[in-house]
Nanobody, 121 residues
Framework: VQLVESGGGLVQAGGSLRLSCAAS????????WAWFRRAPGKEREFAAV???????DYADSVKGRFTISRDNVKNTVYLQMNSLKPEDTAVYYC????????????????WGQGTQVTVSS
């Protein structure tokens, strides 16, 4: 099983990026997907989650600016990031199949390798 993120890069404050995470090796249509991020010098933190039924939750820091979505046919999850701020600079990781009922915690079975997002001021 492999999760591969793409779409990261350098963007100016106020700009947008769309991250993708494609899974191979098994299907995750019955699983929650999540995006986490790790800023320099900080621990990995929750950003967004989408459940198998399509409901979503967001960290307060990204609510109203980020949108998570999924395409079960493509076995892919997306993170549309708008109105980016320098404090959004981090490595972004996708995750699938949580081990616990608290799907905002970093307890997932599968992780991508991460993609760097840098927002300049």
């Amino acid at each position: 099983v492999q999760l591969v993120e793409s779409g990261g890069g350098l963007v100016q404050a106020g700009g947008s990026l769309r991250l993708s995470c494609a899974a191979s090796g098994r299907t995750f249509s019955d699983s929650a997907w999540a995006w986490f991020r790790r800023a320099p010098g900080k621990e990995r933190e929750f950003a967004a989650v989408i459940r198998s039924g399509g409901s979503t939750d967001y960290a307060d820091s990204v609510k109203g600016r980020f949108t998570i979505s999924r395409d079960n046919v493509k076995n892919t999850v997306y993170l549309q990031m708008n109105s980016l701020k320098p404090e959004d600079t981090a490595v972004y990781y996708c995750a699938a199949r949580p081990r616990t009922t608290d799907i905002t915690k970093t307890d997932y079975n599968y992780w991508g390798q991460g993609t760097q997002v840098t927002v300049s001021s």
